[in-house]
């Protein structure tokens, strides 16, 4: 509001007074305050509502700023938006130069000019900056959402990732434990069949146990087939009581040698025979991971391998460096979701698992496996929600979000302000350009003009020149009718007649200083001027009498 008015008094003095009577300024800013309440809900209505005061009200150019602006913002059709803005010019342009003459601003002509001034500085600079901040706002909404989508699709597939991994273990334990479960069953049975004649009740006692056995495969199977399909390992050989010991690592080792991959392995410590088959498995799974990797993105890379075993825990790093010739495709590092697979494997027993680029360019994959499996750090994982990264917007209460608002609030005011300067500075450019009503004549007087142009001249009689003049004058022309005097001197002034000329010969011949006033007077013959003469008068002293003696 306090815009409004420091522009509206500027506008007033811009525009010289021109405008409506007070009672319809009032009623048109308030039907201009109305429009600007309701421009989010019709914006397009309160644009070209607001338009046509403008053309009638050139104060209401800050509410009219404003409307533009957010009606720009919010349609997000470019057709129409450029439709709206195009019909709110004319309006502006056309009500401005239709009603010139009965808002004071004069012709037609001079209307259309404010108008057009008007249209550009509050209508058109306002309604672009609206669209290109509409713009950018929905840029940045499609971009936050496309990244919460984004977030949400890596969620997904790392909680796909764990769930399969998670049915490869269910398989690994079905293989582990139905074998074992198979050969309690094949005993059974044998020592069924050596007990038919010899001890009819341990038979009995034998023939209960294979069905038990039976029973405990068949609900195994049942039991771990809720975690998915039993899919078997894709490894180089079935998993067996030797995966992940030492024998095994080397035998990977040189799988991958035979590929084209110079493998260096450096094992420290004893072998993994007594170890738990999770501890085995889970090494198997990383170092094979791992070289499967380095075939797929870093082909022919030089591969180191330490594995390190002690009485607390199993540490195994692979390292490759950078590949002598880069992929065809650029893939990076894969999607990641085999390193989820293995961290979540790692972290069902306890451990953890790091996966990243080394600063020389390669990969690293470092892996810290429990000796003896933690069975609370499984149940801990497993009940382990997925980590969720912070995608909503900020609040309107927090630091950032008040900042924001005080930064919009800032750019706004500016905006509102850089409006009024080029309105002010437009609507002074055409009220100077404008023609005036009445305009002077800046020639010198000479002898044969009219009264009404050396009048125009001289800016009229001055009439203490005229008494300075009286008793001390040259004597008038004989055929002279009226004289007029001024102080100004023109030097360019056509010499004046004959006696104008011993006039100012006189007049030449007088003393001249600093306390004589010089005068011009223009006398006439009817309505022409017939001479001119140059004179000077002493100046009137204003010496105090007690000071003069």
Not at 121 to 127: K, R, S
Not at 334 to 343: D, N, P
């Amino acid at each position: 509001m306090t815009g409004g008015a420091l522009l509206m008094v500027l506008t007033q003095q811009v525009l010289g007074g021109r405008g409506a009577s007070g009672g319809i300024q009032l009623l048109l800013g308030a039907v201009a305050l109305v429009l600007l309440a309701v421009r989010r809900r019709f914006p397009t209505m309160s644009l070209l509502g607001i338009s046509a005061v403008v053309g009638l009200l050139p104060t209401a150019g800050l509410p009219a700023a404003i409307t533009a602006y957010s009606t720009a913002k919010h349609l997000t059709a470019p057709r129409r938006r450029s439709a709206v803005l195009l019909a709110s010019t004319v309006v502006a342009t056309l009500a401005c130069a239709a009603f010139a003459p009965g808002t004071g601003l004069g012709s037609h002509p001079f209307g259309l000019a404010v108008g057009a001034v008007l249209a550009a500085t509050t209508l058109i600079v306002p309604g672009l900056l609206g669209s290109s901040g509409g713009q950018e706002d929905r840029l940045l909404r499609a971009l936050r959402d496309r990244a919460a989508a984004a977030e949400a699709a890596r969620r997904i597939a790392d909680s796909e990732a764990r769930t399969h991994e998670r049915s490869r273990i269910a398989a690994e334990m079905h293989d582990l434990i139905g074998h074992r479960l198979s050969l309690i069953s094949l005993h059974t049975g044998g020592l069924e069949m050596a007990l038919q004649k010899e001890s009819p009740e341990l038979r009995d006692e034998a023939t209960l146990v294979r069905r038990a056995v039976a029973d405990a495969m068949r609900e195994l199977r049942e039991v771990l087939g809720v975690l998915g399909p039993l899919g078997r390992d894709t490894g180089t050989d079935a998993l067996t009581d030797t995966t992940g010991t030492r024998s095994d690592v080397e035998a990977l080792a040189e799988e991958s040698r035979s590929g084209g991959i110079p493998v260096e392995l450096t094992w420290d410590g004893p072998d993994l025979n007594d170890r738990a088959a999770q501890v085995r498995r889970a090494v198997h799974r990383v170092v094979r991971e791992s070289l499967t990797n380095v075939h797929r993105y870093a082909a022919g890379a030089r591969v180191t391998m330490l594995v390190t075993h002690t009485d607390s825990r199993v540490d195994v790093l692979v390292r490759n460096g950078v590949p002598p010739v880069a992929p065809e495709a650029e893939t990076g590092l894969g999607s990641g979701r085999g390193h989820v697979g293995l961290r979540e494997r790692v972290a069902l027993l306890g451990g953890t698992l790091e996966a990243g680029p080394t600063p020389a360019g390669g990969f690293a994959v470092t892996a810290r496996i429990p000796a003896q499996p933690d069975p609370g750090a499984s149940l801990a994982a497993a009940g382990a929600a997925p980590r969720e990264s912070p995608s909503e917007p900020r609040s309107g209460h927090s630091p950032a979000g008040v900042q924001h608002r005080a930064v919009k609030a800032l750019s706004g005011l500016l905006g509102l302000m850089g409006v009024g300067v080029l309105m002010v500075c437009g609507l002074v450019l055409v009220s100077h350009a404008s023609p005036q009503p009445h305009p002077r004549n800046h020639q010198p007087p000479r002898i044969g003009m009219s009264r009404t142009m050396v009048e125009e001249s001289v800016y009229g009689d001055n009439t203490a020149a005229r008494a300075a003049a009286a008793g001390r004058e040259p004597a008038h022309p004989e055929s002279a009718t009226s004289c007029m005097y001024s102080t100004y001197s023109f030097e360019d002034a056509t010499p004046p007649a004959e006696g104008a000329g011993r006039a100012n010969s006189a007049a030449a011949g007088a003393a001249e200083g600093p306390d004589r006033l010089e005068i011009t007077r223009f006398c006439f013959r009817g309505d022409t001027l017939a001479t001119i003469d140059r004179f000077t008068v002493p100046m009137v002293s204003r010496t105090p009498p007690w000071e003069s003696r």
